[in-house]
């Protein structure tokens, strides 16, 4: 089938295309196009104007700057998996990045676009939740921050405005004694997540655990955080017994809904395991000798 | 607000220039506009890697993009195989390997197979098992089961290191060129061994 008809336009800058959101209605935003090209062939989504961003160099970056990775809205997933910079010392990200989609949806999908489709199934809003990260968003009236907690309202919907467009998601360089790690659990290659989990652990100079980030995939209406579960880890030594008492909380906190990948109790089930497991190698990564930041 | 637009697709070296609304997609253009039918629409969704090729050197769905963000790309499909250096006028080593190794039955996941498995070889020429799988996981097979597609990837990446193109000088492979060699070894590729600006072979990647 094909999309319906729709005005294209290219901005080349992010002036230009801020402008263009604030002077058209019934707009969308195209960047990777790997979700949005679909919905829009089946006629779920029907703008009248796409305003597709890819022409805009200036977003297409990752890098660490300023205390910050930083992914610009053109960094693609497979660019996080070619990256120099987003070595181990980013666990949840190494491991996200590949386990999405299939090769040729991982060169033109994009993270920022993945993070602004607010799919409670995507992979990188609980990475983001469990690094603490947040957004950039340019419109009429400059840029603000979005911290993680604050982007996901409901499926497909996020605080962004209309006329507002995400430039960039971002996420503190790690500590020292900083390890995260993703796990995610699907049918085959290429299916989305039937849960997930992102952990992160910062561990203090007597191997406590001194921070915790936990975001769990597909089984509440957003990617959500399991707090619980980081205020159990607070001050503990990893260990499984402890591990296994975060992935417990994080199972009553996560929401999930039965489908045809199974029932809600199994994927709570899931959630524990899931947890437990991406903890366990958070901590093996917080315990290695990492590389410091180039300045 | 239908208007057409006028983009410039380079199609396997040659250049075409064709007008096409924004909603048309890269694979109608190529199939409907430009008349190339190997590449195929299988399910119509993104899920089936048939209609994949290659845009700027890296493997695409092509149900995926719409033709006016092609615009300005190298894309290269099925039909180009043959015209490759390292297919020596004959059929490409990938072609020889999906006949030799039965890595298809009914053929409609094919050109898709084909372009992965080009794709990996450009970047790793000597992949193992798990490399070709990987990279051939975006692209679905009813047939095969997928043993013989991985036995034609292999395939193609063993005569791809046996049989030298036109380009490499042919007759011999490049390790046995550069062991007969003097300091000047040449494998005849720009910016490459010996060639202008060139290295040491065995510190080159051969790109």
């Given at each position: 089938?094909?999309?319906?008809?729709?005005?294209?336009?290219?901005?080349?800058?992010?002036?230009?295309?801020?402008?263009?959101?604030?002077?058209?209605?019934?707009?969308?935003?195209?960047?990777?196009?790997?979700?949005?090209?679909?919905?829009?062939?089946?006629?779920?989504?029907?703008?009248?104007?796409?305003?597709?961003?890819?022409?805009?160099?200036?977003?297409?970056?990752?890098?660490?700057?300023?205390?910050?990775?930083?992914?610009?809205?053109?960094?693609?997933?497979?660019?996080?998996?070619?990256?120099?910079?987003?070595?181990?010392?980013y666990g949840s990200f190494?491991d996200a990045?590949?386990?999405?989609?299939?090769?040729?949806?991982?060169?033109?999908?994009?993270?920022?676009?993945?993070?602004?489709?607010?799919?409670?199934?995507?992979d990188w809003g609980s990475v983001l939740i469990a690094h603490d990260g947040e957004?950039?968003?340019?419109?009429?009236?400059?840029?603000?921050?979005?911290p993680a907690d604050?982007?996901?309202?409901?499926?497909?919907?996020?605080?962004?405005?209309?006329?507002?467009?995400?430039?960039?998601a971002?996420v503190p360089?790690p500590?020292?004694?900083e390890g995260s790690a993703y796990h995610?659990?699907?049918?085959?290659?290429?299916?989305?997540?039937?849960?997930g989990v992102a952990a992160r652990l910062v561990?203090?100079?007597?191997?406590?655990?001194?921070e915790a980030g936990i975001g769990m995939t597909?089984?509440?209406?957003?990617n959500a955080r399991a707090s619980?579960a980081e205020?159990?880890l607070?001050?503990?030594?990893?260990?499984?017994?402890?591990?296994?008492?975060a992935?417990?909380?994080a199972?009553?906190?996560?929401?999930?809904?039965?489908?045809?990948?199974?029932?809600?109790?199994?994927?709570?089930?899931?959630?524990?395991?899931l947890a437990?497991?991406a903890l366990?190698d958070a901590?093996?990564r917080a315990?290695?000798?990492?590389?410091?930041?180039?300045? | 607000?239908?208007?057409?637009?006028?983009?410039?697709?380079?199609?396997?070296?040659?250049?075409?220039?064709?007008?096409?609304?924004?909603?048309?997609?890269?694979?109608?253009?190529?199939?409907?506009?430009?008349?190339?039918?190997?590449?195929?629409?299988?399910?119509?969704?993104?899920?089936?890697?048939?209609?994949?090729?290659?845009?700027?050197?890296?493997?695409?769905?092509?149900?995926?993009?719409?033709?006016?963000?092609?615009?300005?790309?190298?894309?290269?499909?099925?039909?180009?195989?043959?015209?490759?250096?390292?297919?020596?006028?004959?059929?490409?080593?990938?072609?020889?390997?999906?006949?030799?190794?039965?890595?298809?039955?009914?053929?409609?996941?094919?050109?898709?197979?084909?372009?992965?498995?080009?794709?990996?070889?450009?970047?790793?020429?000597?992949?193992?098992?798990?490399?070709?799988?990987?990279?051939?996981?975006?692209?679905?097979?009813?047939?095969?089961?997928?043993?013989?597609?991985?036995?034609?990837?292999?395939?193609?990446?063993?005569?791809?290191?046996?049989?030298?193109?036109?380009?490499?000088?042919?007759?011999?492979?490049?390790?046995?060129?550069?062991?007969?060699?003097?300091?000047?070894?040449?494998?005849?590729?720009?910016?490459?061994?010996?060639?202008?600006?060139?290295?040491?072979?065995?510190?080159?990647?051969?790109?």
């Amino acid at each position: 089938m094909k999309a319906a008809r729709f005005e294209h336009h290219e901005p080349s800058t992010v002036g230009e295309a801020v402008s263009l959101l604030e002077s058209f209605d019934e707009l969308t935003i195209l960047a990777g196009g790997q979700s949005l090209v679909p919905m829009l062939r089946f006629r779920l989504a029907r703008p009248e104007t796409v305003v597709d961003i890819n022409g805009i160099d200036e977003l297409d970056y990752l890098e660490e700057d300023d205390g910050y990775l930083k992914l610009g809205a053109l960094a693609r997933h497979a660019d996080v998996q070619e990256s120099d910079v987003v070595d181990d010392r980013y666990g949840s990200f190494v491991d996200a990045a590949p386990l999405i989609a299939d090769p040729q949806i991982r060169n033109r999908g994009t993270v920022v676009g993945s993070i602004a489709q607010a799919d409670p199934k995507g992979d990188w809003g609980s990475v983001l939740i469990a690094h603490d990260g947040e957004v950039v968003a340019r419109g009429p009236d400059g840029e603000r921050t979005v911290p993680a907690d604050e982007l996901f309202l409901l499926p497909y919907d996020t605080s962004i405005d209309e006329d507002e467009l995400i430039t960039e998601a971002r996420v503190p360089v790690p500590a020292d004694r900083e390890g995260s790690a993703y796990h995610k659990l699907k049918r085959k290659t290429g299916d989305y997540a039937m849960a997930g989990v992102a952990a992160r652990l910062v561990l203090d100079a007597e191997g406590r655990i001194e921070e915790a980030g936990i975001g769990m995939t597909a089984v509440d209406i957003t990617n959500a955080r399991a707090s619980d579960a980081e205020d159990h880890l607070v001050g503990e030594r990893p260990s499984a017994d402890v591990f296994e008492a975060a992935g417990d909380f994080a199972a009553q906190e996560s929401n999930p809904e039965s489908d045809e990948h199974g029932a809600a109790s199994y994927k709570e089930r899931m959630i524990s395991v899931l947890a437990q497991r991406a903890l366990g190698d958070a901590a093996d990564r917080a315990g290695v000798t990492k590389r410091r930041a180039t300045p | 607000m239908t208007d057409e637009r006028e983009i410039t697709l380079t199609v396997n070296g040659t250049e075409h220039t064709l007008e096409v609304e924004p909603r048309t997609l890269l694979v109608h253009a190529i199939r409907e506009d430009l008349d190339m039918t190997g590449t195929h629409i299988g399910c119509d969704t993104g899920n089936c890697g048939a209609c994949t090729v290659l845009q700027d050197g890296e493997p695409i769905k092509s149900c995926l993009t719409f033709a006016v963000q092609a615009d300005g790309s190298e894309v290269q499909t099925v039909e180009g195989m043959e015209e490759l250096p390292e297919a020596n006028g004959d059929l490409h080593p990938l072609q020889e390997g999906f006949r030799e190794e039965h890595g298809l039955q009914c053929g409609y996941c094919t050109p898709g197979m084909l372009m992965s498995g080009k794709a990996l070889l450009d970047e790793n020429p000597d992949p193992d098992e798990d490399e070709i799988r990987e990279a051939i996981s975006g692209n679905l097979c009813r047939c095969t089961g997928y043993q013989n597609i991985v036995k034609s990837i292999e395939y193609a990446s063993d005569e791809l290191a046996e049989t030298p193109t036109a380009a490499d000088g042919g007759g011999v492979t490049l390790e046995e060129r550069f062991d007969e060699a003097d300091d000047d070894f040449d494998c005849g590729i720009d910016n490459c061994c010996g060639g202008p600006a060139g290295g040491d072979l065995t510190e080159g990647d051969h790109q």
